[in-house]
Nanobody, 125 residues
Framework: QVQLVESGGRLVQAGGSLRLACLASGRTFSSLNMVWFRQAPGKQREFVAGISWDVGTTYYTDSVKGRFTISRDNAKNTVYLQMNSLKPEDTAVYYC??????????????????WGQGTQVTVSS
């Protein structure tokens, strides 16, 4: 069974950068579509970015396009989220999630059955 552990979240000033990492256990990581969601206080969890399992096709929500980059290293069982030009509205708990399947992109959280525990990102103004 795959388990996911996020890291890299911290307090950062607006305009700064962070790189989040999500380490997966198990030998099936390379077959997983991997995504990042985030949840701000009082708000619903929202899709941020995703990368497909096969050719690494990426997909982003509009609010992070041009600022965030998702990537994966299958040899390290890790997916990354590079976040640049951070804004206070990016403050949230960031979760990585994974799913098997050929449909892509899938932005609904109900499609993902494997989740990490989350890492807090706080952007100060």
């Amino acid at each position: 069974q795959v388990q996911l552990v996020e890291s890299g979240g911290r307090l950062v000033q607006a305009g700064g950068s962070l790189r989040l990492a999500c380490l997966a256990s198990g030998r099936t990581f390379s077959s997983l579509n991997m995504v990042w969601f985030r949840q701000a206080p009082g708000k619903q969890r929202e899709f941020v970015a995703g990368i497909s399992w096969d050719v690494g096709t990426t997909y982003y929500t509009d609010s992070v396009k041009g600022r965030f980059t998702i990537s994966r290293d299958n040899a390290k069982n890790t997916v990354y989220l590079q976040m640049n030009s951070l804004k206070p509205e990016d403050t949230a708990v960031y979760y990585c999630a994974g799913s098997f399947g050929s449909n892509w992109p899938v932005t609904s959280e109900t499609a993902y059955g494997i989740w990490g525990q989350g890492t807090q990102v706080t952007v100060s103004s």
